[in-house]
């Protein structure tokens, strides 16, 4: 099965810069009241030169689909474990064709590409199964405020051959 979207890194699109810092402020800091422009001044840090952070885009063309993002640390209370993947968001019209697991796999690949063994993950309930499928292993549970399951996912498990070639699904 070929996908019939790409996966790129954002400093290869800058075009959808805009689109990436809005979708991320809508997801999770618009409703804290944190301002966009704070986002996207953040945003801004995955256009550098160093290897983290890393912000993806998977778009069709100029359509954009969804993106992820790799971070040196995403939960406060956890500080010993970097680098995480993290804001991992799919339009809710292209949802459901593998650009979400396309997406998680291609985070971890990059982190992996770095020589870096382990990746980090947080997650809901509601996504417990989206991560688990995916051979992500939970090591934390109910942690925070908002009760995520903490998962690492080593370098030569799970399913990281998604980002270049989705596996067709039952
Ligand atoms: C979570 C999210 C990124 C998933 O994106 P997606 O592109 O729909 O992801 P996928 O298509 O790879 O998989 C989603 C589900 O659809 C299923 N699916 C994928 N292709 C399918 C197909 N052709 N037929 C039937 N089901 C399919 C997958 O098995 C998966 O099910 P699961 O969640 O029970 O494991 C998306 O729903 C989203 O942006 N949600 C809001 C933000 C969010 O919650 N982010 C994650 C924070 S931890």
Redesign the pocket.
């Known amino acids: 099965m070929t996908a019939d979207f790409t996966v790129s890194d954002l400093r290869q699109c800058p075009d959808f810069f805009d689109t990436v810092a809005d979708r991320i402020w809508q997801?999770w800091w618009e409703p804290k009241g944190v301002p966009l422009a704070y986002i996207a001044g953040r945003l801004t840090e995955n256009l550098n030169a160093d290897p983290l952070p890393i912000a993806l885009v998977a778009h069709d063309g100029p359509t954009f689909l969804?993106t992820s993002s790799v971070i040196a640390s995403d939960l406060e209370d956890l500080p010993q474990y970097t680098p995480w993947v993290a804001a991992?968001?799919?339009d809710p019209e292209h949802?459901?064709?593998?650009?979400?697991?396309t997406l998680v796999a291609r985070a971890a690949q990059d982190v992996f590409a770095l020589g870096i063994d382990r990746v980090y993950l947080c997650?809901?309930k509601l996504?417990r199964?989206?991560y688990l499928?995916q051979g992500w292993v939970p090591i934390e549970e109910d942690v925070g405020d908002r009760s995520v399951t903490v998962f690492v996912l080593e370098q030569g498990c799970g399913a990281s051959g998604a980002a270049q070639n989705p596996p067709k699904?039952p």
């Open positions: 997801a969804g991992v968001w799919v949802r459901k064709r593998q650009i979400g697991r997650a809901p996504r199964n989206f499928r699904l």
